[in-house]
């Protein structure tokens, strides 16, 4: 994340503690700075890929989420580009057992609501790149049973 102008860190530990109607309103202010109209007058709301490459958007957004209890699928989707950028298999397994603990299994602590024959496949998809990633006396990917 970014440094803002005051020098307090944007990521989410940097933020004060808002309520939700405040972090919204927060959300629009930053918008507002970040973005203008051809005609001078109003903001149009920044788009989510707009919020997701801004740090500052991205910050107040995922707090906003936090807040009302629903950046689960911000957070896991922070992950997923996480993997993506992994350059090698051995990189991805520790982001790969993330997702699958974190957000994808039944009964994960930030269980993403998704399809449960997608969950089955990408749970499938990442113990693959666990047991191309191990020596062939390593274990499979640690997929810990639901709570």
């Known amino acids: ?3 803002t102008s005051s020098g307090e860190a944007s990521g989410v530990s940097g933020q004060p503690s808002l309520g939700v109607s405040s972090a919204s309103s927060s959300l629009q202010s930053v918008s507002a700075a970040s973005h203008s109209t ?3 007058e109003g903001y149009p709301p920044p788009s989510l890929d707009e919020i ?8 107040w957004f995922l707090r906003f989420l936090e807040e ?3 950046d689960e699928n911000l957070t896991c989707y922070q992950v997923v580009l996480r993997y993506q950028a992994a350059q090698s298999a051995q990189a ?3 982001v790969a057992e993330q997702l699958v603990n974190t ?10 609501n998704i399809d449960s024959a997608l969950r089955r496949s990408l749970i499938a998809v990442f113990e693959h790149v ?4 191990h020596s062939a006396s390593a274990t499979r ?4 049973p639901p709570i």
């Open 103 to 112: 957000y994808l299994r039944e009964g994960a602590p930030r269980q993403v």
């Open 141 to 144: 990917l640690s997929v810990s």
């Open 68 to 70: 009302t209890r629903r």
């Open 1 to 3: 994340m970014t440094s």
């Open 52 to 59: 997701f490459h801004d740090d500052d958007l991205c910050a």
């Open 130 to 133: 666990a047991q191309n990633t």
């Open 38 to 40: 051809a005609s001078g």
């Open 92 to 94: 991805r397994l520790p």
